[in-house]
C-alpha cells in the first residue's frame, strides 16, 4: 500500500523554502541599516506578530476544530484546547533548552580590540544556531497549514518571512561588523534560514508515513500554540525593542488589518 502523500506537498515546501530564505534578505539589509535607526523593524516585527495572532486564534484554530469534529465530535474543543497548549508547551522547551537571546551588550559593544571583536562574532554565531534551531517548527507549520488550506498557508508563510527579515538581520550584524566580510554575514544568515525547509521537509516524511490523517487537527492546534507563543515570547518584545509602543501597536493593527482585509476578498 502506498503512503499517504498530502495535497499541495510541493506548494507547501516553496512556501516554507521561501520564509526560510527571507533570513538572507535580512542578511543584505545589514550592511544599509544603522542600528540606532531600525524603527521600520519595530512596526515589521509587530506586522509580524498581529497576522500570525490573528490567523492563529481565528483560522488555525477553527480549522482544527472541523477536521476535529469529523472523528470527535463531542471532544473537538478539549482536543483542540490540548493541542494548543501542547504546542505552547513544545515552544516553551525549545526556548528554555536553546534560548534565543544573546546578551545585549555583546551587539553594542564597541569593536575596541581583538577579543571584543570575537565575543561579537560568537555572538553572531549562537545567534545563528539558535534561529536555525527554533526554525525547524516554524517550517513544519508553515508545510502543515498549506497542505491543508493553501490560502492559509500562503499567508502563514508570508507572516514567517517577514519577522525572518529582522532574524538575518541579527545574525548577519555582528559576523559583518566582527569580520569585514559580506559573503561570511550572508552565509550565516542562509544557514539560519534554511533550517526552515528542512523542517517543512521532516513534516512531509512524518505526514506521509507515521502520522494519521485525523490527528492533523490535533497537530493543526498545536502550531497555533507555536505561532502564538512565538508572537508573545520574541516578536512583540523585540517590536517595542526597537521602537517605542506606538510603531509596536501600529505594526500589530496593520498586521492585523491586511491579513484580515486579504482574507476577506479571497474568500
Request: charged share 10%; aromatic share 14%.
Amino acid at each position: 500500500m502506498q503512503p499517504h502523500m498530502p495535497h499541495n506537498y510541493q506548494i507547501a515546501l516553496l512556501m516554507s523554502l521561501f520564509a526560510g530564505l527571507a533570513t538572507v534578505i535580512g542578511g543584505c539589509f545589514t550592511f544599509f541599516i544603522k542600528r540606532d535607526n531600525i524603527k521600520a523593524l519595530s512596526i515589521g516585527l509587530g506586522f509580524s506578530a498581529g497576522v500570525m495572532i490573528f490567523l492563529s486564534f481565528t483560522d488555525i484554530l477553527q480549522g482544527a476544530r472541523e477536521m476535529l469534529s469529523k472523528y470527535f465530535p463531542n471532544n473537538a474543543d478539549w482536543l483542540v484546547f490540548l493541542g494548543f497548549f501542547s504546542g505552547v508547551a513544545i515552544a516553551v522547551l525549545i526556548d528554555y533548552f536553546i534560548p534565543d537571546h544573546i546578551e545585549e551588550d555583546l551587539f553594542t559593544a564597541q569593536e575596541n580590540c581583538t577579543h571584543r571583536s570575537h565575543r561579537i562574532k560568537r555572538a553572531g554565531i549562537l545567534t545563528a544556531i539558535a534561529i536555525a534551531i527554533h526554525n525547524f517548527p516554524e517550517g513544519m507549520a508553515t508545510f502543515f497549514v498549506t497542505t491543508q488550506d493553501l490560502t492559509m498557508g500562503v499567508s502563514v508563510a508570508i507572516a514567517i518571512a517577514l519577522h525572518n527579515i529582522p532574524e538575518g538581520i541579527a545574525v548577519a550584524l555582528p559576523i559583518y561588523h566582527a569580520t569585514g566580510k559580506k559573503r561570511l554575514a550572508i552565509g550565516y544568515s542562509f544557514l539560519s534560514g534554511i533550517s526552515e525547509p528542512i523542517g517543512a521537509l521532516i513534516g512531509l516524511f512524518i505526514l506521509q508515513y507515521f502520522l494519521p490523517q485525523l490527528a492533523v487537527g490535533f497537530l493543526f492546534a498545536a502550531v497555533a500554540g507555536i505561532m502564538i507563543y512565538i508572537s508573545f515570547d520574541t516578536l512583540l518584545p523585540l517590536s517595542r525593542d526597537y521602537g517605542d509602543g506606538h510603531y509596536s501597536v501600529f505594526g500589530i493593527m496593520s498586521g492585523i488589518f491586511f491579513i484580515w482585509i486579504s482574507l476577506l476578498f479571497i474568500k
